[in-house]
């Protein structure tokens, strides 16, 4: 079976220029013409300019959950998690969800959540505490 490199996610936008700033400068991707990815594609995305504002439609949250998510990413621990929020947030990000703590059977989770200018939201979680 052949093996996938990596994914990204296709994002239409209402402002190309505009998302591909915050996908640099908030975000800290590496941005081209079209895309955004941070730490060797770990988290990507390609960024296409909608025909129109209502084309641009986010998830919405599923049922039982409060935050609506459109993209997921993982953290090695709780301690990284701590750190990415803060680096996020200095450089402006807004929050959609701040920090929260889950507890399960097999231990804590850890996750927040911001919002890009299109109102897609980008979640980050950590299951290892420090």
């Given at each position: ?44 995305f ?46 402006g ?23 890009d ?14």
């Amino acid at each position: 079976m052949s093996k996938i490199q990596f994914s990204v996610q296709v994002r239409l936008v209402s402002d190309l220029t505009r998302s591909k700033q915050f996908y640099e400068e908030v975000l800290g991707c590496e941005v081209n013409d079209v895309w955004a990815v941070r730490d060797e594609f770990a988290l990507g995305f390609k960024l296409i300019q909608a025909e129109s504002r209502a084309d641009v439609t986010p998830n919405p949250a599923g049922k039982d959950h409060a935050t609506r998510w459109d993209t997921y990413a993982y953290v090695g621990t709780h301690y990284d998690l701590d750190a990415l929020y803060e680096e996020l947030t200095s450089r402006g990000a807004e929050v959609a969800q701040e920090p929260v703590f889950m507890e399960a059977d097999w231990g804590v989770w850890k996750d927040f959540a911001i919002q890009d200018p299109d109102g897609y939201v980008i979640g980050f979680g950590s299951g290892i505490k420090d």
